[in-house]
């Protein structure tokens, strides 16, 4: 079974800051790596597919990139509205979700 | 625009038997796979298992397949989940969300959710 490990677990930065989540895969999954937010109370929703191409309507401001085993999703300038836990997910045949970080404002 | 719409949330005894639906507004909704998502009271997400409505072709992640049962009615572009006899520990919040098409490009089926409907709280307790 493939494994998704995320970290960290959760941090937080300042309106306007940068962050940067990691994904990594327990074996080489090649660019079939997707990543989801969650706002709290919400249901998920899609943010980059193919480790770096953003789906439909996701602001600039969220990037992916990696292949192999280390992916990391990075937040170039956080907003309010981004308070949300992240998840990874790898989408060949046995798809499994990380356990998630979730990204607070300091 | 996209919309998988859900049932209600459900109240039920450990026991019972439980079917949650998932609709789609679209015609093309049975050219597309339906899965199902599981998370729990304060946990992340879990894979559960996809459903292809042309042809019923099912696939359960090993941790669900002989506790649920996936099944589609493609004339009501609907999708459901069900249980013959709920856990308390069956409490969480259940979504349907749609994979996208197959990849030409790459020759496969990509097995993530482009798009998730609005979930089913379903609470299990004596």
């Known amino acids: 079974d493939i494994q998704m490990t995320q970290s960290p677990s959760s941090l937080s930065a300042s309106v306007g800051g940068r962050l940067t989540l990691t994904c990594r895969a327990s074996?080489?999954?090649?660019?079939?790596l997707v990543w989801y937010q969650q706002k709290p109370g919400r249901v998920p929703r899609l943010l980059i597919y193919?480790?770096?191409t953003l789906h439909s309507g996701v602001p600039s401001r969220f990037s992916g990139s990696g292949s192999g085993t280390d992916f990391t999703l990075t937040i170039s300038s956080l907003q309010p509205d981004d308070v949300a836990t992240y998840y990874c997910?790898?989408?060949?045949?046995?798809?499994?979700f990380g356990q998630g970080t979730k990204v607070e404002i300091k | 625009e996209v919309q998988l719409v859900q049932s209600g949330a459900e109240v039920k005894k450990p026991g019972e038997s439980l079917k949650i639906s998932c609709k789609g507004s679209?015609?093309?909704?049975?050219?597309?796979?339906i899965g199902w998502v599981r998370q729990m009271p304060g946990k992340g997400l879990e894979w559960m298992g996809i459903?292809?409505?042309?042809?019923?072709?099912?696939r359960y992640s090993p941790s669900f397949e002989g506790q649920v049962i996936i099944s589609v009615d493609k004339s009501a572009n609907t999708a459901y989940l069900q249980w013959s006899s709920l856990k308390a520990s069956d409490t969480a919040i259940y979504y349907c969300?749609?994979?996208?098409?197959?990849?030409?490009?790459?020759?496969?089926?990509?097995?993530?959710?482009?798009?998730w409907g609005q979930g089913t709280l379903v609470t299990v307790s004596p």
């Open positions: 459903i292809y409505p042309i042809d019923s072709d099912t």
């Open positions: 997910q790898n989408y060949d045949s046995d798809p499994t």
């Open positions: 969300a749609r994979l996208p098409h197959y990849d030409l490009l790459t020759g496969s089926q990509p097995y993530y959710f482009d798009y």
């Open positions: 193919a480790a770096s």
């Open positions: 679209e015609n093309s909704f049975r050219t597309y796979w």
């Open positions: 074996h080489d999954i090649g660019t079939s």
